[in-house]
């Protein structure tokens, strides 16, 4: 198995431009979880789905961000438009059945200029 | 809201010494996740806690759930280089009507050889 499958691992975008990341979790886990990482503010759940439908998005920071996922094995998470204070590493993470820990990606690591 | 503090927020130990972190909650926890994060890495599970006052083993580290399920640490014994890295709790309040879990502020373990 791959693991969670993050892009791009690197991201460098003007302010006001879309950004678009995508998640491939592990085949067979059943939710899926978006974090933000910043040294201010730690690690943020942002939204999680289970079976492909968003459950709690609260973390959401603001309209500018939506995630969708259409299906069981891709996930995106877009912010438009994009602000030099989204920079942060996003982090995808999957859950499976067995209810053990999750399984992060390598994250993206995002920089708004 | 709810809060997962860990203390300390670092720690430097010379290679060979032992280490210990600890993890708070504000409310109670039906359990409890520990990760560790490389430097420029992804989070990595090790380890989920399950019942009051369980004690864990994996080889020179050793987790702690406390008897009122609401603080946790993680000791390490004799640390190696490779233990550097950022340890995470992560709790799931017994409160909680959804799946997400609160990850705490993490401790930075620097090892000096």
């Known amino acids: 198995d791959a693991g969670v499958i993050q892009s791009p691992r690197h991201e460098v975008t003007e302010m006001g431009q879309e950004v678009t990341l995508r998640c491939k979790p592990i085949s067979g886990h059943d939710y899926l979880f978006w974090y933000r990482q910043t040294m201010m503010r730690g690690l943020e759940l942002l939204i999680y789905?289970?079976?492909?439908?968003?459950?709690?998005d609260s973390g959401m920071p603001e309209d500018r961000f939506s995630a969708k996922m259409p299906n069981a094995s891709f996930s995106t998470l877009k912010i438009q438009p994009s602000e030099p204070r989204d920079s942060a590493v996003y982090f995808c993470a999957s859950r499976g059945p067995s209810r053990d820990g999750y399984t992060f990606g390598s994250g993206t690591r995002l920089t708004v200029v | 809201g709810q809060q997962v503090m860990q203390i300390p927020q670092y720690q430097h130990v010379q290679e060979g010494e032992d280490f210990t972190t600890y993890c708070n909650s504000s409310?109670?926890?039906?359990?409890i996740q520990w990760y560790k994060q490389r430097p420029g890495g992804h989070p990595v599970f090790l380890i989920q806690l399950v019942k009051s006052g369980e004690v864990k083993k994996q080889k020179r580290l050793t987790f702690q759930f406390g008897e009122a399920k609401k603080n946790s640490s993680l000791h390490i014994t004799a640390t190696q280089t490779t233990d550097v890295g950022t340890y995470f709790c992560?709790?799931?309040?017994?409160?909680?009507?959804?799946?997400?879990?609160?990850f705490g502020t993490g401790t930075r373990l620097k090892v000096l050889a």
């Open positions: 789905f289970n079976n492909n439908v968003p459950i709690d």
């Open positions: 992560a709790g799931h309040p017994t409160t909680s009507g959804t799946y997400k879990y609160i």
């Open positions: 409310t109670t926890l039906s359990n």
